[in-house]
């Protein structure tokens, strides 16, 4: 399995230097690999530093708050963050918590055997998933300490399967594992691999971006007079185009859209699917007063834009999932998304406490919409039961931080 692990690995890596001819996002991924043992080589805190390597953004956000607690508590602990993927790194690159901030190598062995001899790491934690078996391997054969931070596991994993016994000597090598549930710890006895359920992190991430929230003046003004507000986070096409359709139909309704893809030619198709529209980062104040709908053509605002809506559409649901419930959820609204939702705990229970409206199609939207337009109380009972349920899920930084202090003090 091993063999076919490493050729599989070695294929990808082609695969995305072919793609790199015509996708950005891929040439990106290649561009920022070149020079990393130099780059490695170059680090002035190597042999005493904590190294964190989340896949992309969002598990960056589930980072996160692992990242600045050690901070705090260690302020003298050098950071390495490393990213698998160019929408982490591109948008995080220059976090100033982290002492450097790099691209993953391929995960052949002898990158990870020069990563991490060279790093020389005091420790390192993996967020949720991506597990790189040859890198796993070289912390295990150096003991260096390292941890899975926000676990979870599903029994269509292949850790789960026949095939997967070499998989699993990777999550025996882990110092401790925190997952974000008891099915998860559950699923790993089930194969002899021990875990700590410690909760999921982003909770605490997300109740915190609420409490550190500031105004945002352009939008306040679009949202005055507008007796209902929606936000569209993360949209996707398929939402876009459901939500089109609506507008066409219920007028009156203010509604702003934060795409998952910022980029001109997605803009221009969404001047045309809402021709009542206004984008941001050109308007003026008299703009607003016809505007239906308000394009967010900047990244890093949405997390900021939640607190103006009455209910949150999150995009993704169409597609490969939904992206990020909880950013909304924390505002203390509903949240609406499309059906692909099953790898994502939190939409399950979101659902459970009814904060949480699946929609499969146009007509199913609108009835959901309209229904929680009628009755207001819906709307805010809904809304209570998401914010409710987020703070209750809060707790697991200062968790997993506890049980990492033997690993990491005295740093």
């Known amino acids: 399995m091993q063999f076919i692990y490493y050729i599989g690995i070695v294929l990808y890596g082609l695969a995305v230097r072919l793609a790199a001819l015509r996708s950005e996002k891929a040439r990106l991924w290649v561009k920022g690999r070149r020079g990393w043992k130099a780059k490695l080589e170059e680090l002035p805190f190597k042999g005493d530093c904590i190294w964190v390597h989340c896949s992309s953004l969002g598990e960056f956000e589930q980072g996160r708050p692992v990242i600045e607690a050690l901070k705090q508590q260690h302020p003298e602990l050098p950071i390495l963050l490393t990213f698998f993927s160019p929408s982490g790194y591109e948008i995080r690159k220059d976090y100033p918590l982290a002492d450097a901030v790099m691209y993953l190598p391929l995960d052949v062995p002898s990158n990870a055997t020069a990563f991490v001899e060279t790093l020389q790491p005091k420790a390192a934690i993996f967020v949720k998933y991506d597990f790189w078996f040859f890198f796993l391997k070289a ?16 029994p269509s994993q292949y850790f789960f399967k026949v095939h997967g016994k070499w998989f699993v000597k990777g999550l025996k090598g882990f110092s401790t594992l925190f997952v974000q549930n008891e099915k998860s710890q559950e699923l790993l006895k089930s194969i002899g691999v021990k875990a700590e359920v410690k909760g999921d992190t982003r909770f605490d991430r997300v109740v915190e971006v609420v409490s550190e929230s500031k105004p945002i003046p352009m939008i306040e003004l679009f949202c005055e007079g507008a007796g209902f507000l929606g936000v569209m986070g993360s949209s996707w096409p398929a939402e876009e185009r459901i939500l089109s359709e609506r507008l066409k139909q219920h007028k009156g309704e203010r509604w702003i859209i934060v795409p998952h893809e910022v980029h ?14 206004v984008r941001f980062s050109n308007v003026r104040a008299e703009d607003l007063r016809e505007a239906e709908v308000l394009i967010i053509d900047q ?4 997390n900021r834009i939640y607190r103006y809506a009455h209910l949150a559409v999150i995009g993704g649901g169409f597609g490969k999932g939904v992206h990020n419930t909880l950013e909304a959820a924390a505002y203390g609204i509903p949240v609406f998304f499309g059906p692909n939702y099953e790898r994502f705990l939190e939409i399950h229970e979101l659902l459970e406490v009814e904060a949480g409206i699946c929609f499969t199609d146009q007509k199913s939207f609108d009835q959901a919409m309209n229904g929680m337009k009628a009755d207001p109380n819906a709307l805010s009972k809904s809304g209570k039961h998401a914010l ?20 990491i003090g005295g740093a």
Request: glycine content about 6%.
């Open 139 to 154: 912390l295990r054969k150096t003991n260096v300490p390292h941890f899975l931070v926000s676990g979870i596991f599903r």
């Open 264 to 277: 001109e030619a997605h803009l221009q198709q969404l001047d045309k699917l809402f021709p009542q529209s």
């Open 299 to 302: 990244i890093g605002l949405l």
């Open 388 to 407: 409710d349920y987020v703070h209750s899920k809060t707790g697991a930084t200062p968790a997993v931080l506890h049980s990492l202090e033997p690993y």
